[in-house]
């Protein structure tokens, strides 16, 4: 028997199925290539509302939703509005 995969999907808190979770994963990844941090695009064309890449205890994770908003392409413990970038000064 196979180990699970490192890679997960979830849509609306369900996991899918390892085989559906790695093509998920492929049609993702093919379609990040061609059009850089377009979520929002890559959520549509699945029929999801947004999609969201997290890891979680060390697996990477696809999270789908048909009803949460899209957020932006970014770190989900990144500065808030306000704080400067690492390493630039604030004047």
Known sequence: MSSP????VF??????PDEEGRAFWGRFSA?????KG??????R????AS????SRQGQA?????RSAAQRAYGSATGGGEGRPSPGKKRR
């Open 5 to 8: 995969s490192r890679l997960a």
């Open 11 to 16: 849509v609306d808190g369900t996991r899918l």
């Open 31 to 35: 379609y990040m290539e061609s059009h």
């Open 38 to 43: 377009d979520l929002a695009g890559f959520a």
């Open 45 to 48: 064309t699945e029929g999801f």
């Open 51 to 54: 999609v969201h890449p997290e």
């Open 61 to 65: 994770v696809l999270v789908a939703s």
